[in-house]
């Protein structure tokens, strides 16, 4: 198979077209077969309850070309499991597991020109999602739906070495209690925009929301969870049931332990404790961890021992081994890799 004549190594994150998508509907209470096209459109009607109360659901991974050539997807089954949990607490009909990993990796293999060569840094980005499409007036749930999944290619996250990140702690709210948060929704990043707008114009990459009932403990970013490393080497995640649980959070946990060794829980995190950790990072599928080096609380500054230079050791190692897993250069843990071929 001929690559496409694409520039990896200055690939930024963004929408590049690829050949193939794939589509499914759901009307009179059952899926269709679906199948691959190459219609990138979406027609809907102006009605759709999408368009008018936001019933979407979506899923982000990745398909990686390994050291000895093959491509393959991470976890996928985690993400059709998420899926299914987000679709089922905004009332959607859910996408089963077997068919949303089958056309994942349809999707992949279709569009296999795209998947970045190994050692580019780039990679295949993957977005499954889900939306209402028939006419709702009245507030209630649509009939009709339709699953896609869509690929394309982007670059290497840390372009040019890594940068730690400044963090500000926001007075907006991301999750309400017993509210959206642990699920994957398009409407918890659409009350996020400004939030993060705001950020960005105050000179800040990115929000620490914290819990909304006592605004004392750490939540998570608007589309990263946290991870921390104590001073003694011990690798702590928030825990909370209104953030979203990170799939790349919870294999970082594992490869803490398992593969390296290292003391790691998942604990409730005051943002009073924040100032002692050593490290501090945010983890999610786009940039595995991307370290912060600064968290701003109100005009108080957290700086973390690792500095504004480079990722902390701790950080580091776990970066290390979960992007060699992804790649193919160390051993997977049982069934972390889907190979698509
Ligand atoms: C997608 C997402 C993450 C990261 O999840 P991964 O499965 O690791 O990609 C974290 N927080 C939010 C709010 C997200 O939407």
Redesign the pocket.
């Known amino acids: 198979m001929e690559k496409k004549n694409i520039d990896w190594g200055n690939l930024g994150f963004g929408y590049v077209q690829t050949d193939y998508r794939f589509v499914s509907d759901f009307k009179n209470g059952s899926w269709d077969e679906g199948k691959l096209t190459e219609d990138a459109t979406v027609v809907i009607n102006e009605c759709a309850g999408v368009l008018q109360y936001a019933q979407t659901v979506f899923e982000?991974m990745k398909a990686y070309t390994t050291e000895d050539g093959r491509i393959v997807t991470f976890r996928p089954d985690l993400n059709a499991e998420r899926m299914e949990n987000s679709a089922k607490r905004l009332e959607m009909p859910v996408f089963p597991k077997d068919r949303f990993i089958q056309a994942v990796v349809d999707t992949v293999k279709a569009n296999a020109a795209y998947v970045p060569p190994f050692g580019s840094g780039a990679t295949l980005y993957i977005r499954p999602y889900m939306f209402g499409t028939n006419p709702v007036i009245g507030v209630k749930p649509a009939d009709e739906y339709q699953f896609r999944v869509f690929t394309t290619p982007v670059g290497p996250y840390f372009k040019g070495g890594v940068k730690p990140l400044t963090i500000r702690v926001t007075d907006f709210d991301r999750a309400a209690p017993h509210g959206t948060g642990h699920i994957?929704a398009g409407l918890?990043y659409a009350m996020s925009m400004h939030a993060i707008m705001d950020a960005h114009r105050q000179g800040y990459d990115e929000n620490m929301y914290l819990d909304a009932a006592t605004r004392t403990k750490v939540e998570?970013t608007?589309?990263?969870?946290f991870l921390f490393v104590t001073k003694d080497g011990k690798v702590v995640t928030p825990k909370s049931d209104s953030i979203?649980p990170?799939?790349?959070?919870r294999s970082l946990i594992y490869v803490a332990q398992h593969c390296l060794g290292l003391e790691a829980e998942e604990r409730e995190v005051t943002l009073e404790e924040v100032k002692d950790f050593a490290e501090c990072g945010l983890?999610?599928?786009a940039a595995v961890i991307s370290p912060v080096g600064k968290i701003v609380d109100h005009g108080k500054e957290i700086c973390f021992p690792s500095g504004m230079t480079e990722m902390g050791p701790v950080t580091k190692k776990l970066y290390e081994a979960l992007t060699g897993i992804q790649m193919g250069r160390l051993e997977a843990p049982e069934g972390w890799l889907q190979v698509i071929e």
């Open positions: 982000g994957k918890n998570e608007g589309g990263a969870n979203l990170s799939i790349t959070r983890c999610g599928t």
